[in-house]
């Protein structure tokens, strides 16, 4: 592909990923202020209470750290020039998921080649779940398109040996920084390109070297957040005090993979006499006792609970629709085939990743080791730490997609094939002695 057609090709791209997400909210337009309570509503009214001047608190005005503050803060801004506006929000989400498919574009090209690359991004363009969570004011969109940033960021800045800089590891652990500010389950990524860095840095003492850069930065972007924490709340908390109720659901004794919330129950009930912020740290410090204390008492029953929250964490991916209708917004009949088609087309594509597994599975080549460590880390901090559930796997899929690519390359490679072979080699008889070639696709 030239060049100026090439970038034609992903303007168009671009603006098709757009329009499908614009379409999706015209059509879906759920409210975070339409009276339900869940986490669009929260992230909305506290982004409310950043832009107008109150800092981040809680409901009875007390400061908080009870959500990561990243997303709320990305929509204060937002709300700053918009005027709280609520559809200002959707679009920024179809912008960053437009955005996103770009990326998947890139990085696909990095690790398998330019045909791959369209693949991914063209499977990402219209992925359901991903297109779904477009009307949804929740934190999915951005995490998605930053931990993406991180993988751009590690590819192109470090694992080439030949331009590889320490700073490019420092530019990967800012964006990781920003990413856990936005979801907390992001905090130890920089682990991830450690073993790639191996690979292509030739030593342990230069890869970890890499790895400390990364961590420097993570903390630069985290430190004025917990020390602004030690100082409101009374506890350096690092990211927010809400992950421990999602920690405690995974180690007790009613655990069973998803997330089922009793076990904290007492704990509030224990200390619903204290004011905040001074409740939800002592909650959040015995939430965390209490897990410890279960997981070191229970090591068989932690091992068992493992494949039940893989299981939970990969099952299906109809998540935004689940969320969607916190307030019903549609009627059970459109529930049902939105949620079929969601989860049929994210089947299909664990099917092509499967098929490609022989393409992608190189553990001597650090890009696609790179992405082979990213999934196992969503499957060890779900499965491990926390509890299973479809939403949080939702920005593993830009780099999911990227695997199934090869597979898709291959098929269309061997259809495109068998379009230039001539009419009896494809399997028709021939209509003359001089049969013509038939017209290769584009």
């Keep these: 592909m030239q060049p100026t057609r090439g970038k034609l090709a992903l303007a168009a791209l671009f603006l098709l990923a757009l329009a499908l997400r614009l379409a999706w909210v015209a059509y879906v337009d759920p409210s975070p202020r339409d009276g339900r309570f869940d986490d669009s509503s929260w992230y909305d009214g506290s982004a409310r209470t950043i832009a107008d001047g109150q800092g981040y608190v809680f409901y009875d005005g007390a400061p908080t750290a009870a959500w990561p503050v990243g997303y709320s803060a990305f929509l204060a801004a937002l ?131 890499y790895a400390g850069v990364a961590l420097a930065a993570v903390a630069l972007v985290l430190t004025p957040w917990t020390v602004r924490n030690a100082v409101r709340l009374g506890y350096p908390v690092v990211v927010s005090t809400g992950a421990v109720a999602n920690l405690l659901a995974g180690h007790w004794s009613g655990a069973d993979g998803a997330g089922t919330f009793a076990a904290g129950n007492p704990i509030q009930e224990e200390y619903k006499h204290l004011p905040n912020p001074e409740r939800e740290v002592a909650v959040y410090r015995a939430h965390i006792r209490k897990a410890v204390a279960w997981a070191v008492r229970h090591p068989w029953d932690e091992i068992t609970l493992v494949p039940r929250k893989l299981y939970h964490l990969y099952r299906g991916d109809a998540s935004a629709v689940q969320w969607i209708q916190t307030r019903p917004v549609m009627g059970q009949e459109r529930v049902d085939w939105f949620t079929t088609v969601s989860n049929g087309y994210y089947y299909a594509v664990g099917g092509w990743i499967l098929l490609s597994l022989p393409a992608w599975w190189r553990l001597r080549d650090p890009k696609r080791l790179l992405l082979i460590l990213t999934v196992l880390y969503f499957s060890l901090i779900f ?9 949080y796997h939702f920005a593993l899929v830009p780099a999911a997609v990227v695997l199934a690519s090869p597979a898709l390359v291959v098929v269309w490679e061997r259809m495109r094939r068998r379009g230039e072979l001539p009419v009896e080699e494809a399997g028709r008889p021939p209509t003359g002695p001089d049969v013509p070639l038939a017209k290769s696709l584009p």
């Design 383 to 391: 499965g491990m730490a926390f509890v299973g559930d479809p939403r």
């Design 79 to 209: 709300y700053r020039v918009t005027g709280d506006s609520v559809p200002s929000a959707k679009v920024a989400n179809a912008f960053l998921g437009a955005l996103t498919v770009l990326g998947v574009y890139a990085l696909g090209a990095r690790v398998f080649g330019p045909r791959a690359g369209w693949a991914a991004a063209l499977v990402l363009a219209f992925f359901p779940n991903q297109v779904f969570f477009t009307t949804l004011v929740m934190s999915e969109i951005l995490s998605a398109f930053l931990l993406l940033l991180v993988l751009l960021a590690v590819l192109y800045l470090t694992l080439d040996g030949e331009r590889a800089r320490w700073w490019g590891a420092a530019v990967a652990g800012l964006l990781i920084g920003l990413a856990a500010m936005v979801r907390g389950e992001f905090l130890p990524f920089f682990l991830v390109p450690l073993l790639p860095w191996r690979l292509v840095l030739g030593t342990w003492r230069r890869a970890l070297g």
